[in-house]
């Protein structure tokens, strides 16, 4: 198949704008809890506040109204830097309301990406998370040459922070704030998202009022067993992505309560407080709550025993899968009881863990090896994949409840169509599909045909499932003139919970090598549970560079993992020489994008004098 499209579920023509899908609910359930908000300074376990959806826009409208005094005009940029948190929610529906466009920074970035961002987008007007963040935005509005209008703290700060400003507005009539919130229709410009750049610099994503209307209401549509007044979810994605905004918008519209973390780190001592229904999380953390139930099994001497639960689940979840394409097939007697003690011994207490109400999970930003999924959803816990890019507004795909085919990104959204082309790029047009990128320069080369280019490769199966298969510009190729897609080989290592990222190399060279980044804090669990005390306190450099590990007995275990990988491969794309190193996998340590890919031709560079060691060695690993 070479063509998919998904039909629209839900027409976008009655809404003016994306506030509409807050005063639609406003209208309909005033007092039903939209939010809880951690107090300031407040342990996990306290009470958190909760805040109706009356409320929410009563704070709204008064922070709008704030704005609008400052001066703020229709049309005019507000930039947002910040953690995550409920202060972010409401600054960036009030600023709709105040009719401004939104520019969300990551709260991670250097002062440089920070005066970019700020000087294309022309940001005069920003609320800051911190006092460090608001001194980031002057210093980088000053480096921009753009005089400041105001720039306003979450944190307290007494005459410059959202209390302050809110104070300031009440002058301002509600008449003045609604005909501001009417001002943009579905073709208004919402936000300016600058894309991570993983291989060039970031662009300026112009993504409408329409493209989020559209996408939320049709997916909310698609997903009502997940998405409903019932339930809630915490939210601990960088609130600058357009996923963690999209999801807000889908939970805001259909009274799905949303309680926001900061913290990635709070996020499991939390689950047993909130008590989530649904989350969004990356591959990684997936694959952290297996290796530490893996962990815990093993210092209980239960590691045979955890290694034959794991089994069984991706079993169940095999069957699962294939009930949810129509078989019939029933459990042998021997996998009903395994699956039974299991649940007993192991399953039920990973979802206990995971706050015991979890309907299902939802996996992105990176590729899902297939038996992981299975493996959750043998526990019962389903994980649905989806794909998409801050271009699409997010999901541009996405497996459903009850047709889950693990391996594939799912079928595309309601209101899009994704289109195979003769080199097997993936093509995208639909509801969510963006305007254009800010510099006209930079679309030059990102339409074909009403279609964009996601860069990304892939395939379409009899029922428009899609299945990725890499990055169209990351091929190498070797001396020998074979071209390899090295996405592949990377996500079978990074499947391992020791790797936190895994780097082919070898364009031009005689074969391809490997390098496998480690993750300092499974690796110190595992030194500690195998008495390797010598990497029990495994830390990153300081100075950005990277850190060769030679510990035979690491390279021994890490060396499965890549055979493995290897063999699920053709001769020709295989490793065959590689290396394990530690980095810093921060931003700050300018190998990873705000949402922690990593950066190729940066880590490449950096990296050049290891690269070149598997290739002067005749012999060994490196």
């Keep these: 198949m070479k063509e998919a499209t998904s039909p629209v579920l839900v027409d976008s023509a009655t809404y003016r704008n994306a506030t509409d899908l807050l005063m639609q609910r406003f209208r309909n359930a005033p007092d039903h809890v939209a939010f809880e908000v951690r107090g300031a300074g407040a342990a996990i376990t306290d009470t958190w506040r909760q805040v109706t959806t009356a409320a929410y826009v009563e704070e ?25 948190r409920y202060e972010w929610a409401l600054t960036d529906m009030a600023a709709w309301f105040a009719g401004a466009v939104v520019v969300p920074v990551y709260e991670t970035s250097a002062r440089p990406q920070v005066t970019a961002i700020l000087s294309d987008a022309n940001v005069r007007f920003a609320v800051a998370g911190t006092a460090g963040h608001a001194q980031l935005l002057e210093q980088g509005m000053d480096d921009a040459g753009l005089v400041s209008a105001g720039i306003w703290t979450m944190d307290p700060c007494p005459g410059a922070d959202l209390a302050a400003l809110m104070a300031s507005g009440t002058g301002v009539a509600d008449t003045t704030v609604e005909e501001r919130r009417l001002l943009a229709d579905l073709d208004s410009v919402a936000t300016i998202v600058y894309t991570s750049g993983t291989t060039a610099a970031p662009k300026g994503a112009l993504i409408t009022h329409g493209n989020f209307v559209g996408q939320i209401i049709n997916v909310a549509a698609a997903y009502t067993d997940v998405v409903n007044e019932r339930g809630n979810t915490i939210i601990f994605l960088p609130m600058a992505h357009v996923l963690a905004r999209g999801l807000q918008l889908i939970c805001l519209a259909n009274g799905m309560r949303i309680a926001h973390l900061s913290d990635p780190r709070d996020v499991v001592p939390a689950l047993s407080v909130l008590r989530p229904t649904f989350l969004v999380v990356a591959p990684r953390v997936l694959q952290k709550i297996q290796s530490s139930a893996a962990d815990a099994a093993a210092k209980k001497h239960l590691g045979k025993v955890w290694e034959m639960a794991q089994g069984t689940a991706i079993e169940w979840g095999r069957l699962a899968e294939a009930r949810d394409a129509g078989a019939t097939a029933k459990p042998s007697l021997s996998l009903f009881l395994r699956h039974a003690l299991f649940d007993k011994l192991f399953y039920a207490r990973i979802r206990g863990l995971v706050g015991g109400r979890l309907d299902c999970l939802l996996s992105g930003a990176a590729a899902l090896d297939a038996e992981l999924s299975l493996f959750f959803r043998g526990m019962s816990l389903p994980v649905v994949e989806g794909y998409g890019l801050t271009e699409t507004t997010a999901p541009l795909t996405g497996n459903l409840p009850g047709a889950i085919q693990s391996g594939t990104v799912g079928v595309p959204m309601p209101g899009t169509t994704v289109r195979i082309s003769d080199d097997g790029e993936v093509l995208a047009r639909g509801v969510g599909v963006f305007a254009g990128y800010r510099r006209a320069t930079d ?32 091929v190498i190729v070797t001396a020998g003139g074979k071209t390899v897609s090295p996405s592949i080989w990377e996500g079978y290592v990074e499947a391992d919970p020791l790797v936190a990222h895994a780097l082919m190399v070898g364009e031009g060279k005689p074969y391809l090598g490997g390098l496998v980044l480690l993750d300092p804090d499974t690796v110190a669990a595992w030194a500690e549970r195998e008495g390797v005390t010598e990497l029990a306190g ?85």
């Design 60 to 84: 709204v409208q008064a922070l709008a109204k704030g704005l609008i005094n400052a001066g703020l005009q229709p049309g005019d940029s507000l930039g947002i830097m910040s953690p995550t």
């Design 443 to 474: 679309n030059d080369d990102a339409f074909v045909d009403g279609f964009f280019r996601t860069g990304d490769l892939g395939s379409l199966d009899s029922d428009g499932r899609l299945t990725l298969s890499g990055r169209s510009k990351d």
């Design 538 to 622: 495994l830390r990153p450099p300081h100075d950005g560079g990277a850190v060769r590990i030679e510990d035979a007995r690491l390279l021994a275990v890490v060396g499965k993992a890549v055979d493995a990988a290897n063999a699920r491969l053709a001769s020709s794309e295989q490793v065959r020489r590689f290396v394990l190193l530690v980095t810093d996998l921060t931003e700050a340590g300018g190998m990873v994008t705000p949402t922690l890919k990593l950066k190729r031709a940066a880590f490449a560079e950096r990296t050049r004098s290891i690269v070149d060691t598997l290739y002067a060695q005749a012999k060994g690993q490196g």
